[in-house]
């Protein structure tokens, strides 16, 4: 009897083909791939609930796009990134978040405590010396928040590694600079 990996690594390849399609926010593509599965893998129950997570997205981000937007319609969208979905269809709604935040005039200074900034959501997708950028960005340009911000330019230092400039704005803050 030989082996016959595209079959028995079928469900594997389809489901790293549907994170693909979730990452790019390909909502449509990612659907088929899963009713693909659940119809060759019907009990599949982890399947079962990305499909339905998958369903919820695409009528929020519909929703999104058919309402004004802004930062409220962004920052809605946001809040709900707590809830149960898979990992790549929410780092796919992550940087959708970061793109229309790109997108508004002087981002650099929409802020909804206690962390919905460009530079937070960048450092939660990883792009580490973007947020850095950013938050030294909302600093110049002013934003009421100096301390809290200071503090989020010390954890993107931080994180990279420059832990003396990092202590140095951890110090700024605290100091009420």
Not at 70 to 99: C, M, Q, T, W
Request: overall charge negative.
């Amino acid at each position: 009897m030989q082996l016959d990996l595209f079959v028995d690594n079928c469900h594997t390849i389809l489901g790293n083909l549907a994170d693909e399609h979730l990452r790019d926010l390909e909502l449509d593509e990612a659907a088929g791939i899963y009713d693909r599965i659940l119809g060759e893998w019907p009990d599949d129950s982890a399947i079962a609930s990305a499909r339905r997570a998958l369903d919820v997205w695409r009528e929020r981000i519909q929703r999104f796009h058919s309402s004004p937007g802004g930062i409220d319609g962004i920052h809605s969208l946001y809040g709900n990134l707590a809830e149960p979905a898979p990992s790549s269809l929410k780092s796919g709604v992550r940087s959708f978040i970061i793109d229309r935040l790109q997108s508004q005039s002087t981002p650099e200074l929409l802020f909804i405590p206690p962390r919905f900034h460009l530079g937070c959501l960048l450092l939660e997708a990883g792009r580490i010396a973007e947020a850095e950028t950013w938050f030294a960005l909302a600093l110049d340009s002013g934003i009421p928040e100096q301390v809290r911000f200071l503090a989020y330019l010390g954890d993107a230092l931080f994180i990279k590694g420059e832990t003396g400039d990092a202590r140095d704005c951890y110090r700024a803050g605290r100091c009420g600079s």
